[in-house]
């Protein structure tokens, strides 16, 4: 090798080395700051409804949207059960299972003697982001999504790592059947589509040339899984004739598979600004074209291997390979599965829910390319370049994202703290309700059972200091904070019960420069009359009030606010909210951190007008 290309290598190394840590260190960082800590969206607010109506066995058994979640059933109503709804905790719990899949991948990748170091290196990098990239993060910030997908994922996996074993007559031989017929019904009853996960095995099988009665036991395990699931109580689900004949005749069907195939790779393009989304005719044709030159690479590379029956010389090629077929069939019973809401909304085949399953076909696409690039001199420098620009192609829509699901954990708090003090917020420009991702109705139904069981955003019992006098508070406890701030009713809503309630909003700071996170708004008799929490984006008018201070008020570490997010997110507001609300009272805040009162208050300006009926 001469010197320009060793130092070429060794350059392309470093390259890969820093973006991998670069992007895991941001993805790790944005998904903590952006994840659910509070239940959110229509599916688990009625998800939520059925566990708390229900036995264990009913709702790990039930098919909900006709999805069998019993595996990730088992953790969410551990849960409910034992750690009272923590979305947090579920949020880690969901985490551990994300890194199961990138170790699942990088494992074999290591361990694989038909690449080099520089390939394993760029593959590493391809994974990463496949798994760490903000764009998934409609799936990745949620706890009970992130554990739903990540346990079908991780369990077909598994599957495919232990597949070639099976054919080696050995004391491993029986294990390893176990290992995989077991974790293909972990991910057939972990989410809807993961019952891919069986023709999948069957393809691979066959082109790892396994005799012909370990394809029948495949066979048959696939079949097992069908039955069990149309046997499970539930909605299965039932594809007609008439849904069918246009998907495979008219090629409808190969177009939303470009489209939902595309969709990341639309998306990256549009965060770099040169695309404008409301160019519909060009958004069309950029998806199309991706997706398709996804299909024709997918085909290049699972065709042969199917013909020459040439698999299991390379772990890296067997799981980048079975990556390319899950992903697409998992991608295929979607379309076919949604057909109904894909034809009263044909932009909902691009929705982010399902970029967790096409950004993994890239990846897959990519690793497998790599393995077979390795050792073409003239293919392998492409390939490398191509892994060591997805990086810095995907950034700009890793940064947005990254920045937009962190406004969306402070809201979530918002629509929380009302439910904590038991009004009804639905007046406003913004309905704190709708920002939980949830119809109203069922959002207040939920909310009544979790409240009177102490669970989730209740858990804290935050909602049972309202009425109480604040001397009764952690046993009377109280210090100076040396608190200071300005707030002021925001407007008027209405209790649950009917009574009218005021909206408060302001700023506060702590001991010069710290934020609270709880405060407590009393009446002049001591009465605790509602609680807030820091939540709120200041203002420009606000920010101008405190301008005059010469510090800078940070509710994340200023370094990583600086670093990850260029600044943004300082000087938050707190939301809370006066239940039994009569105007002609002065109110004050405390802070309620640390099991103490502060002794400084903060006065609430009100109107001195009587209040009229919301």
């Not at 960082?29 to 066995?57: C, K, Q």
């Not at 080099?116 to 990239?133: D, H, P, Q």
């Not at 499970?232 to 594809?239: D, K, N, Q, T």
């Not at 009713?489 to 649950?496: K, N, S, Y």
Request: net charge neutral; glycine share 8%.
């Amino acid at each position: 090798m001469s010197k320009f290309a060793e130092q070429a290598e060794r350059a392309a190394q470093i390259c890969a080395a820093v973006a991998t840590a670069a992007f895991l260190s941001s993805g790790l960082v944005y998904l903590y700051l952006g994840r659910w800590t509070v239940t959110m969206g229509a599916d688990y607010w009625s998800i939520y409804e059925i566990y708390l109506n229900h036995s264990w066995l009913e709702s790990a058994l039930l098919k909900i949207n006709y999805h069998s979640m019993f595996f990730p059933s088992l953790i969410l109503l551990a849960d409910l059960r034992f750690l009272h709804g923590d979305q947090q905790l579920l949020f880690f719990v969901g985490m551990i299972l994300l890194f199961c899949t990138t170790n699942l991948l990088l494992v074999p990748l290591w361990r694989d003697k038909t690449v080099g170091f520089t390939a394993k290196l760029a593959g590493t990098l391809v994974v990463i982001v496949g798994n760490f990239w903000m764009g998934n993060a409609t799936i990745t910030t949620s706890g009970g999504n992130l554990c739903t997908n990540s346990l079908a994922i991780d369990g077909a996996l598994l599957a495919f790592l232990w597949l070639p074993i099976t054919r080696i007559e050995s004391t491993r031989f029986l294990k390893a059947w176990l290992i995989v017929i077991g974790s293909g019904f972990v991910a057939s009853f972990s989410f809807g589509a993961g019952l891919a996960v069986w023709p999948t095995l069957l393809l691979l099988g066959w082109s790892l040339r396994l005799p012909w009665r370990s394809l029948a036991v495949l066979l048959a395990g696939g079949f097992t899984a069908i039955l069990l699931y149309v046997l499970l109580p539930g909605g299965s689900g039932e594809i007609s004739s008439a849904t069918l004949t246009p998907l495979l005749t008219g090629g409808t069907g190969i177009e939303r598979l470009c489209r939902l195939l595309g969709a990341p790779l639309l998306y990256a393009e549009e965060a770099w600004g040169s695309l404008a989304i409301s160019d519909q005719l060009a958004t069309s044709l950029l998806s199309l074209t991706c997706g398709a030159l996804g299909l024709v690479f997918a085909g290049l590379a699972v065709v042969p291997k199917l013909i020459r029956r040439d698999l299991g010389r390379s772990k890296l090629e067997l799981i980048g390979l079975a990556l390319v077929i899950f992903d697409l069939l998992v991608m295929v019973i979607i379309i076919v599965g949604r057909d109904d809401n894909f034809r009263e909304n044909p932009s909902e085949v691009s929705a982010p829910r399902y970029w967790f399953w096409s950004s993994l076909f890239w990846a897959g696409l990519l690793v497998f390319a790599i393995q077979r690039a390795e050792p073409t001199k003239w293919l392998r420098w492409p390939v490398f370049l191509i892994a060591l620009t997805i990086p810095i192609v995907a950034f700009p829509s890793h940064y947005k994202e990254g920045v937009g699901w962190r406004y969306v954990n402070i809201l979530s708090e918002s629509g929380a703290i009302s439910l904590i003090n038991g009004v009804r917020d639905v007046n406003d420009d913004v309905n704190e309700i709708e920002i939980l991702l949830g119809p109203p109705d069922l959002v207040y139904r939920v909310a009544a059972q979790l409240r009177a069981q102490r669970l989730d955003m209740f858990a804290d019992g935050l909602q049972e200091w309202i009425g109480l006098p604040e001397t009764s508070l952690f046993a009377g406890r109280h210090k100076s904070e040396r608190l200071k701030g300005k707030c002021h009713v925001d407007g008027l809503v209405q209790c649950e019960n009917g009574a009218s309630a005021a909206k408060v909003t302001g700023w506060s700071l702590k001991r010069g420069h710290a934020m609270p996170r709880t405060l407590v708004i009393v009446d002049p008799a001591g009465v605790i009359r509602g609680v807030a929490r820091s939540c709120r984006q200041l203002t420009n008018h606000e920010l101008s009030d405190i301008a005059r201070d010469d510090e800078r008020h940070w509710t994340i570490n200023k370094l990583i606010s600086e670093i990850f997010y260029e600044g943004k997110f300082q000087d938050s507001w707190f939301l809370g909210y006066i239940t039994n609300y009569d105007a002609r009272l002065r109110y004050a805040v405390r802070s309620a951190d640390d099991g103490m009162l502060s002794d400084e208050k903060i006065v609430v300006d009100t109107p001195v007008t009587a209040p009229s009926t919301p």
